[in-house]
T-cell receptor, first 116, second 111 residues
């Protein structure tokens, strides 16, 4: 069966420090991968999505970047965190969309980031 | 205009009530539709997919109107355990299967 791992669960970082959040998927190949952010009391905002190794689409201009060095690994990074980067970061995967409709997304348990 | 818009909520209802959530989407290339449930401080989890002909799963009924680009979720005989935020999701197939979430509608079921 497929599983998704995301870590750490909680993170407190000072303004200006770097960030690296990692997400890995097991039990599937060539997944679509996503990074979402949810600010307190707000909806999920799509930050990045990837349909393959090295293929990253950025949805909103921001202080963050994403990379996909391996098929089932997705990394969210920042060189210098801002206070506004605080939020609940969620990694998700879904099956390749080719010929597959109604494929759901599966979420990791999320990282709660507080920038102080 | 947001790609996916939901009723702002919150909805506060008594146990046993019927509650309906509405959602509209703007991208006509949207191919797949879902309702997710998110409990407080947890990750979203799939509640049900939404099929063109409408579908039902126990107390939950989902409807899709492609012409109006409208999705709905009906919860009958609501339970205390239904309290959560309900997220409308569309899959934009021609953009690599991008999943777009609505902002969510919070439901609070009271005794």
């Amino acid at each position: 069966s497929q599983t998704i791992h995301q870590w750490p669960a909680t993170l407190v970082q000072p303004v200006g420090s770097p960030l690296s959040l990692e997400c890995t998927v097991e039990g599937t190949s060539n997944p679509n991968l996503y990074w979402y952010r949810q600010a307190a009391g707000r909806g999920l905002q799509l930050l990045f999505y990837s349909v393959g190794i090295g293929q990253i689409s950025s949805e909103v201009p921001q202080n963050l970047s994403a990379s996909r060095p391996q098929d089932r690994q997705f990394i969210l990074s920042s060189k210098k965190l801002l206070l506004s980067d605080s939020g609940f970061y969620l990694c998700a995967w879904s099956s390749s969309p080719l010929g597959q409709l109604n494929t759901e997304a599966f979420f990791g348990q999320g990282t709660r980031l507080t920038v102080v | 205009r947001k790609e996916v818009e939901q009723d702002p909520g919150p909805f506060n209802v008594p146990e046993g009530a019927t509650v309906a959530f509405n959602c509209t989407y703007s991208n006509s290339a949207s191919q797949s539709f879902f309702w997710y449930r998110q409990d407080c401080r947890k990750e979203p989890k799939l509640l049900m997919s939404v099929y063109s002909s409408g579908n039902e799963d126990g107390r939950f009924t989902a409807q899709l109107n492609r012409a109006s680009q409208y999705i709905s979720l009906l919860i009958r005989d609501s339970k205390l355990s239904d309290s959560a935020t309900y997220l409308c999701v569309v899959n934009i197939y021609n953009q690599g299967g991008k999943l777009i979430f609505g902002q969510g509608t919070e439901l609070s079921v009271k005794p």
